[in-house]
């Protein structure tokens, strides 16, 4: 059972902003070392030409965005990037590829083998590469993979308001795969994409009810980006994202809350409120896979004006070895593809006519 019920996780959200805030700061201390933040580069090794639809996705292939499609990237470019990062500060990087689900052969051994080559660099490995099941899982953790990202997005409700062309609980299955792997879980979602308060709250629930919470869970502000069905949508205020930082840090007390896409957006006075909140995890680079980001001078600057250190990697985790025997399973899953109408893409494609 979580900690908390939905009910209180509500009345958590809705209290007065400095009240929550200070609860969130001695949560935050009392599980966290407050001066210590996770830094982590999102590298894109494959972009664009994604079947799926996504609403806030610039990725998806149905959409007329301006993003460069790339095809997946060599190992050797792979883990020339990772070295950069490495000299930049970050403890670990984060390979996203524009996929509906990993599927077996060439490209994800390609993977496979950028997944062995990062961490023989003392880096935490993490990938987001659509559903994967558990011996594609397992397969990854043998290559050394640390982390696995896939979010949640938003409640269960306000999903099917996105995304058509699969099930919120293939999203809950492949993080059920990932677990039984023995990897670590990166999930969260994104706030501003026309969810209500509750949607926040039972997305919070839904990650803290699991049987283990994610260690990571990205807090997203929606990038409204044009050509996509979301184009128009009103940014989020600092004020939003700081009440879901801290909400995040009450409901998740140990789990690493990462200040994701929309950072640049925020001055440095609301990023460091979200510090106090219990934010301990960012994404640095100049580019979050295709959407802006602060470089890294940026938020060197900041944190130290705020005292902040980065965090070494394997602090909350053994560094992954490799090279286990990995039995066959034999696996026969199909993904789901609802494929209900959803009005605000009908309303984009009349735009587009």
Not at 263 to 283: K, P, V, W, Y
Not at 313 to 328: C, V, W
Request: glycine content about 8%; some cysteine; aromatic content about 6%.
């Amino acid at each position: 059972m979580p900690a908390y019920s939905l009910k209180e996780i509500r009345a958590i959200y809705n209290k007065p902003l400095i009240t929550l805030l200070h609860e969130a700061a001695e949560v935050h201390r009392s599980h966290h070392n407050h001066r210590e933040v996770q830094v982590s580069t999102l590298l894109s090794i494959k972009t664009g030409g994604c079947p799926e639809d996504c609403g806030y996705c610039p990725q998806a292939a149905r959409y007329h965005t301006d993003i460069e499609k790339n095809d997946l990237m060599s190992v050797e470019v792979v883990e020339a990037a990772a070295r950069e990062a490495k000299a930049n500060g970050s403890s670990r990087l984060c390979m996203g590829a524009a996929w509906r689900n990993v599927r077996d052969g060439k490209e994800f051994d390609q993977v496979l083998e950028m997944v062995e080559a990062v961490n023989k660099l003392d880096m935490e490995v993490c990938c987001t590469l659509g559903m994967v099941t558990e011996n594609q899982a397992k397969k990854l953790a043998n290559a050394g993979l640390y982390a696995y990202n896939h979010n949640l997005d938003s409640s269960e409700s306000f999903y099917q308001e996105i995304i058509s062309t699969r099930g919120f609980q293939d999203r809950l299955d492949t993080i059920d795969n990932v677990r039984k792997a023995g990897v670590s879980v990166c999930s969260g979602g994104i706030i501003g994409m026309g969810e209500g308060a509750e949607d926040r709250c039972q997305m919070l629930y839904t990650l803290a009810a699991m049987e283990t919470p994610p260690e990571s869970l990205p807090i997203n502000a929606l990038v409204p980006v044009e050509g996509t069905p979301l184009e128009k949508q009103e940014t989020v205020s600092s004020w939003e994202m700081i009440r879901m930082v801290a909400t995040s840090r009450i409901v998740l007390p140990e789990t690493q809350i990462r200040l994701s896409a929309g950072r640049t957006e925020m001055n440095d006075e609301a990023q460091a409120l979200c510090f106090l909140a219990g934010a301990n995890s960012i994404f640095s680079g100049d580019k979050l896979l295709t959407t802006p980001n602060p470089g890294e001078s940026a938020d060197q600057r900041l944190f130290d004006a705020l005292g902040l250190v980065n965090k070494e990697p394997f602090q909350d985790g053994e560094r992954p070895d490799h090279d286990h025997e990995i039995e066959d399973l034999s696996e026969k899953v199909k993904w789901s593809r609802p494929g209900h109408v959803i009005s605000g893409n009908v309303e984009y494609a009349g735009r587009k006519k």
